[in-house]
């Protein structure tokens, strides 16, 4: 891949979509999967999708650049969407673009993290956005091809090169495509967006660099206090960035787990409450070359334990997915934040 | 055919390269920059320690991010910039 | 700016978007994780990289 393309528009050979996806690819701007090809006609048609917005895009970290609409327009048709998508695409760049999303770590990081990216308000409805069964996984356009856009986005806009620029250790499934619905039908508290500050008819998208999500698996219990022991059990977890108790972590519950919780009388806010205090990490579950290496950047344990976060607000919670006994818990980078971005 | 190119962007930096300034490592404060990686001090105070057999060491003083996943603040680098004449950065992955 | 042979690939990069060109001295990967004998090599391989890399 060169540096600063010259040009923003290329004349290449006819080719059959087969001959286009070698040439993406030795030019670096495949993700390994096959790509749509971006023809001037059928990024125009994206690029129709964000008239009127024009707010400016700041530069892309790692790489430096300043994207052009078309350029992005560009990633969302090699990656699968519909023109319809591109505005959701395009509020994901924004939301990532947040100086405290920390862009730049959280793509040069030998950490596995990726973006997800969560959407919320009516235009799941209209875009067939997955919020229920399966829907962190395969099946649905635009759950695949909205995060897969981004992924691309940070590949050829930002220069996140695996390898290269993106040092990732072991990567993860979720660079691929991380992107679903909030379960706003089956939510019985605020949805997340509201919560954010939103109007329930606003258009949102939500991001955070993270890693896949962890399941949670609760069968047994019949009480909310019993869910909660499990999801804590499944949180504090000394492999995950959240050990270092500098960055968000998402709780995605279930709509059963949810109901079982409602039913008990909890809220979010209680939920919060009560995983921030049962979500610490034992010292003796940690070495002690790690307690020092926390130590030294200011990471003490409080009593005999570290805490996931700096405070309960870091502990973002919302429902998603369909019918079953689990939840997801999805720990941060660590140094990041959850940005929120309300589609034009 | 015709194609978008998805790496097109228009570059943010500056036309030029930036410069290093003339340092004398024999005799200017250095700064010492940690990443805060794991194993990153020990590095810089070792190279400092050897440094020792051929120069003075009182100016040369260790600095760290407090956060090995985050940029070192802006208030700091300009600190560091105001009051060093060199900087030996260590990434401690 | 000492980094080990395996991000050296990220700093240039990281360089040239920033149009800076690093004075870099190279050591082996890995520096985390190496206990103190293990590190002296690269204590020392920093230090020769230094006074070669000053020289000029």
Known sequence: MTDIAEQEVIDIADMDVEAFNEFATEQGWSDGMPLFVPTEAKVAKFVDTVRGDNRPYSPVPPRQIVPTIQAMAANAVMAGCKPEYFPVVTAALRSVLEPDFNLH??????????????????IRKELNVNCGSNCFGQGWQANATIGRALGLMLLNIAGAKPGEMDRSTQGNPAKFTFCFGENE???????????????????????????????????????????????????????????????????????????????????IETIREELWQRSRIHISRVSKGNLDTYASTGHKPDGDYLRIGRTPQDLHITVAGGPGKHSAFIPSFGGTMVACTRIQ | MRIVNPTFGLSAAAGETVALKPINWATDAIALMSNSKPNARELLEGVRAKLSAFRNVDNIVYHSKNSASQAAPKDQIEKVAANFRGALLALGD | MIATETFKPLILAQAKARKIEPRLIVVKHPVGGLNAEELRERIEAATKGLTEATKK
Not at chain 1, 211 to 216: Q, S, T
Not at chain 1, 233 to 246: E, L, Q
Request: aromatic share 6%.
């Open chain 1, 185 to 267: 039908e089956e939510n019985p508290w605020t949805p997340y967006h509201v919560q954010r500050g939103f109007k329930p008819t606003d258009n949102v998208v939500t991001v955070m660099s993270g890693e896949g999500p962890h399941n949670l698996n609760d069968h047994g219990s019949t009480t909310g206090d019993g869910l909660l022991t499990t999801f804590a059990g499944g949180m504090a977890t000394p492999g995950a960035n959240t050990v270092y108790g500098k960055g968000p972590s998402f709780i995605i519950i279930g709509p059963e787990h949810a109901a079982t919780l409602k039913r008990d009388g909890f809220t």
């Open chain 1, 105 to 122: 770590g959280t793509l040069a990081t030998t950490h596995s993290c990726a973006p997800m990216v969560m959407i919320s308000g009516p």
